[in-house]
């Protein structure tokens, strides 16, 4: 990411980690899953001949062909479903879906079936599926294509939600996800399929539940998840600039929400700001911002602190969607008006 | 005597093995009414009392390596799955011992064992899982085994319905499509809500063999599924069966029936799938008054062992309230992703 790259002090091993862009990583992650697992296939839009709408399965239908690589007409609803039932048939279906936008075109799939097969069964049918899907704003794509609502999908049961922010997570959390008993749905944020990080080549699986200390400081806790990340980790270059020193995280889980992870933070710092791509109102920083006072308020310092994107629809012209969202200047902001000592 | 050009002709043991089906549906669901009544049985309550035939027929032709998804009027065809009364019953008693273990009551039913896949409650929602679970069957080569999937004709309104048509057709899935056309969705007639009421049409328009079928009788319902399972189970792709209906009750317990011509009913009812063929078993010599009257002491019989063993089976523990939420997942390795050089910001203890 860029500002791991930007300061050679912070980085894990960099000189023997090989680097590679967020969306080379997730698609040596599909590679790997359809060369060791027969029962692996992708099926999406434009997922084969085209290569995916952000390139992402670029080659593979060349490599594994058109049952591996499956290309289904404009029906997420339809193909979400057909997703369900070849995990119940003994498949793993990596389904992706363009956009989150578009993803609600499946919700019916997603919550109603996905997310209660295995309660509304008493236990008996578990839909291993995984869902692959584009999130977030920055590429100027306007208010149908931009939103940040893996938040509704973490408000849901039965669901397992996690948002990669680096190359390494990127690779590594998929095979995670592929064992998994359960529906997991996989956020990558656009903006951060160009960008280039350190991936362990031989790492293997990774957890799914539990967030990452990206930066380790005193003053203050920034939570952040998916293309909030590398901007939090750029806010605190610039704290730390200037005296205040930010510990940052990656929550990588969003359902569950590792709680203990922040809490223990929190623990350190006493301060807490949220920073979520998605709308404030009944959106995820609102939970996280709940739970962690009520985990937490006895050790606080200041009212924990959000920072989300405007309430509008993202819009199109470039300086207003910046305007829209939260930028590292903001998030410095909101540092200092929490910690309040400048 | 029995008419030697009759289609009744031979199978005997079959006519009369469909005829008790269809009896053991129609006790079940008598029952299910009058203990709904009781407030035994809560939530919305869907009987299948009037469309036996199509259950009772198709699923006598199935296999158990077959795969089955219902609708919430589903309790005749888990039965008939193989799925125990007694499950079934406790099921909508909430019960511990209940096929779905008191999670999902009557419009939920589920069994893996039988490859009993719902007891569905969107309306065209469990189409595309259809589908899948018929891709599943063609990319794992499990040759001959056919998905087969009831629905009401209420979903060919829904897009799922047409996503779902799409894509069978364009995958050749091993999938039999099954319409319930009972005429209503809830309280909305066929011809109201639908601009092309040839059912049959909107699958060929998919390019799926497609036809309709009167499926008050058991022996066209059977005939129907026969050839149409054949075809699917040689790779011949997708298929699918409009079966005419009519549902006797209302919609559900909940519904008081105001939109149905009370004639319209009545004139249903004359066509009754049990007893226009039991008195063409009788008329043919096949069966008895006697047999007959039998198999409905038989299905009673089922039925009130199903109630009391439901009335005796103990529920669920609260403390079980979150099981089944998840599965646990074998744990992945925590990698601490922390940096591992000291920053000049580390300064806790």
């Excluded at chain 1, 997922?47 to 058109?66: I, Q, S």
């Excluded at chain 2, 601009?195 to 009167?214: E, G, N």
Aim: with cysteine; hydrophobic share 45%.
């Amino acid at each position: 990411m860029s500002s791991l790259d930007a300061d050679t002090d912070e980085r894990i091993d960099a000189e023997v980690v090989p680097s590679m862009t967020y969306r080379e990583a997730m698609r040596e992650a599909l590679r790997d899953a359809l060369a060791t697992d027969d029962r692996v296939f992708i099926m999406g839009e434009d997922v084969a001949d085209y290569g995916g709408t952000y390139a992402v399965t670029k080659g593979l239908y060349e490599e594994f062909g058109r049952d591996r690589v499956r290309n289904t007409p404009l029906s997420e609803s339809g193909f979400v479903g057909a997703g369900i039932g070849a995990a119940l048939g003994g498949l793993r279906p990596i389904v992706e879906i363009m956009t989150v936008n578009f993803s609600l075109l499946a919700l019916d799939q997603v919550v109603n079936t996905a997310a209660t097969l295995l309660h509304m069964s008493g236990g008996q049918l578990n839909v291993p599926l995984v869902i692959r899907t584009t999130t977030g704003a920055g590429r100027q794509l306007a208010a149908q294509h931009s939103h940040s609502l893996e938040g509704w999908f973490a408000h849901v049961p039965g669901l397992k939600v996690v948002a990669p922010a680096t190359p390494e997570d990127a690779r590594w959390m998929l095979p995670t996800a592929l064992a998994d008993p359960n529906p997991v749905i996989i956020f990558e944020h656009a903006t951060l399929y160009n960008e280039s990080g350190p991936v362990d080549p031989v790492l293997g699986p990774v957890d799914i539940d539990r967030a990452a200390v990206r930066r380790h400081g005193s003053d203050l806790t920034i939570v952040a998840s998916a293309g909030m990340v590398s901007k939090a980790l750029a806010a605190a270059d610039l704290l730390s600039a200037a005296g205040m020193s930010a510990e940052v995280i990656d929550l990588r889980s969003l359902r569950p929400l590792d709680f203990d992870t922040m809490a223990a933070s929190l623990a350190r710092t006493s301060r807490a700001l949220v920073v979520d791509e998605g709308w404030r109102t009944g959106g995820l920083s609102a939970e996280i911002s709940a739970g962690l006072t009520e985990r937490c308020f006895w050790s606080l310092d200041a009212p924990i602190a959000r920072l989300a994107s405007a309430e509008v629809p993202i819009p199109y012209a470039k300086h207003l969607e910046t305007a829209a969202i939260p930028q590292i200047e903001d998030i410095v902001a909101a540092a200092h008006d929490l910690v309040g000592d400048r | 005597m029995t008419i030697s050009s009759s289609p009744l002709a031979t199978d005997h043991d079959l006519w009369r093995s469909l005829l008790g089906d269809m009896i053991r549906v129609r006790v079940f669901e008598e029952r299910c009414a009058e203990l709904y009544g009781e407030s035994k049985i809560r939530g919305f309550l869907h009987l299948y009392i009037g469309e036996e035939a199509i259950a009772s027929g198709v699923m006598s032709c199935l296999r158990p390596d077959d795969a089955v998804l219902a609708t919430y009027r589903e309790h005749g065809h888990a039965l008939l799955r193989g799925v125990s009364a007694e499950s079934i019953m406790s099921e909508m008693f909430g019960k511990a011992t209940g096929c779905s273990g008191g999670r999902g009551g009557s419009m939920h039913l589920f069994d893996a064992a039988t490859r009993f896949f719902g007891g569905n409650a969107i309306v065209g929602g469990h189409l595309p899982v259809a589908v899948g679970l018929g891709l599943a069957d063609q990319v794992l080569g499990r040759s001959g085994a056919v998905t087969v999937c009831f629905f009401g004709e209420g979903a060919v309104a829904e897009g799922e319905f047409h996503e779902a048509m799409n894509l069978a057709a364009l995958w050749n899935v091993p999938v039999l499509f099954c319409c319930e056309n009972n005429r209503y969705a809830m309280g909305t007639s066929l011809r109201s809500s639908e601009s092309q009421i040839d059912l049959a049409l909107k699958a060929a328009s998919y390019a799926i063999p497609a036809w309709s079928v009167d499926g008050m009788d058991i022996v066209e319902v059977h005939r129907a599924t026969t050839k149409a399972l054949a075809s699917v189970r040689a790779d011949g792709g997708p298929m699918f069966i409009e079966f005419q209906t009519y549902r006797f009750r209302a919609h559900s317990m909940f519904d008081p029936d105001l939109y149905r011509d009370p004639a319209e009913v009545e004139h249903w009812k004359l066509r009754d799938p049990i007893a226009t063929f039991a008195r063409r078993l009788v008329d043919e010599q096949i069966v008895t008054d006697a047999d007959i009257e039998e198999m409905w002491e038989r299905a009673r019989a089922e039925t009130e062992a199903a109630v009391a063993a439901a009335e005796a089976a103990p529920i669920e523990p609260i403390d079980t309230l979150l099981d089944h939420v998840t599965r646990d997942a074998e744990p992945a390795p925590h990698i601490e992703r922390s940096p591992e050089t000291t920053t000049d910001d580390e300064v806790w203890p």
